[in-house]
T-cell receptor, first 112, second 110 residues
Framework: SQTIHQWPATLVQPVGSPLSLECTVE??????LYWYRQAAGRGLQLLFY??????ISSEVPQNLSASRPQDRQFILSSKKLLLSDSGFYLC???????????FGPGTRLTVT | GEDVEQSLFLSVREGDSSVINCTYTDSSSTYLYWYKQEPGAGLQLLTYIFSNMDMKQDQRLTVLLNKKDKHLSLRIADTQTGDSAIYFC??????????FGAGTRLTVKP
């Protein structure tokens, strides 16, 4: 069966510091991968998606970036965090053969 | 306006039925989804319905789709305290374009 992992689970970082969040998927190959941000009391905002290694599409211009160095690894990064980057970050995958997306447990990021 | 809209809160008593409503604007959506998010956790896919269906039932869950009004609902029968969570409606028409509502926080009172 497929599983999706995210780490860390929680993170507190000062403004201006770098960020690296990691997402990995097990039990499938060549998945579509997604990064979402969920702000408090709001829905999910799609940040990036990837259909393959090295292929990244950005949905929203911001100081975040994403990379996919391996087939089942998706990384969300920032060189300098802003207060507005605080939120709950969710990684999701999709098999590419269906429409439904499956979500990881999320990372709670607080920028202070 | 938002592509997918939901009311933000719903409160019911244990044992009652809950009905969570959602409206969407994009009539080309092929699938519509309901996800459940428990506190501090990711989203769990509950059920989905294809746009050529009117109803789908899965145990305590019933999904109704009114394509004319672009209205989707999720009915939870015999609501339990464990059903307390945020429920997200989402629409999609390909793998890379799924839009979520803001979520409805369901509170079940004993």
């Amino acid at each position: 069966s497929q599983t999706i992992h995210q780490w860390p689970a929680t993170l507190v970082q000062p403004v201006g510091s770098p960020l690296s969040l990691e997402c990995t998927v097990e039990g499938t190959s060549n998945p579509n991968l997604y990064w979402y941000r969920q702000a408090a009391g709001r829905g999910l905002q799609l940040l990036f998606y990837s259909v393959g290694i090295g292929q990244i599409s950005s949905e929203v211009p911001q100081n975040l970036s994403a990379s996919r160095p391996q087939d089942r690894q998706f990384i969300l990064s920032s060189k300098k965090l802003l207060l507005s980057d605080s939120g709950f970050y969710l990684c999701a995958w999709n098999s590419g053969r269906g429409y439904e997306q499956y979500f990881g447990p999320g990372t709670r990021l607080t920028v202070t | 306006g938002e592509d997918v809209e939901q009311s933000l809160f719903l409160s019911v008593r244990e044992g009652d039925s809950s009905v969570i409503n959602c409206t969407y604007t994009d009539s080309s959506s092929t699938y519509l989804y309901w996800y459940k998010q428990e506190p501090g956790a990711g989203l769990q896919l509950l059920t989905y319905i294809f746009s050529n269906m009117d109803m789908k039932q899965d145990q305590r869950l019933t999904v109704l789709l009114n394509k004319k009004d672009k209205h989707l609902s999720l009915r939870i029968a015999d609501t339990q305290t464990g059903d307390s969570a945020i429920y997200f409606c989402a629409r999609g028409f390909n793998n890379n374009d799924m839009r979520f509502g803001a979520g409805t926080r369901l509170t079940v009172k004993p």
